[in-house]
């Protein structure tokens, strides 16, 4: 990382620097097998390191960090098989999520669904790849449509 200031909104700050952290894994900006250097990321994040250390247990927690004894915490790299296996489980889950949604799809989210389509069909349109944050919504929409009411599978859709 270039060591520029990441500040985060004011809200239960180990929730917040876990969720920024889990953003930045996702886009790739803390790469797979990256050491997290404590002090530099508690000041990009603005954040104690108290708060910090809790968001890796949390990113732990979801799979997305390993903490390494005495030498602090490091982004998970997946292996092929690691990620193959995560994808039969997803697909199964997200098919039923999609069967769930069809039969619980509301006016509202029809419109919503519209709106995402739109959104990319016009990223696609000028040949300019969507936010990851877009797609990760397109994807995310079966199953919050699903009302399921559980917690989506992993942390890495949020």
Partial sequence: MDGSHIPIARQALPEAAAERLRTLII???LAPGARLNERELSEQLGVSRTPLREAFRILAGDGLLVQLPNRGAQVVALSAEDAEHAFDVMSALEGLAG??????????????????????EAAHAKATAPSMRGCMRCASAPTSTARNGTRRWGSIAR
């Avoid at 949604?101 to 709106?115: H, M, N, P, S």
């Fill in 99 to 120: 069967e769930l949604a069809a039969t619980r799809v509301t006016a509202a989210d029809l419109e919503t669904l519209r709106v995402l389509q739109a959104e990319m």
């Fill in 27 to 29: 886009e790739g900006t």
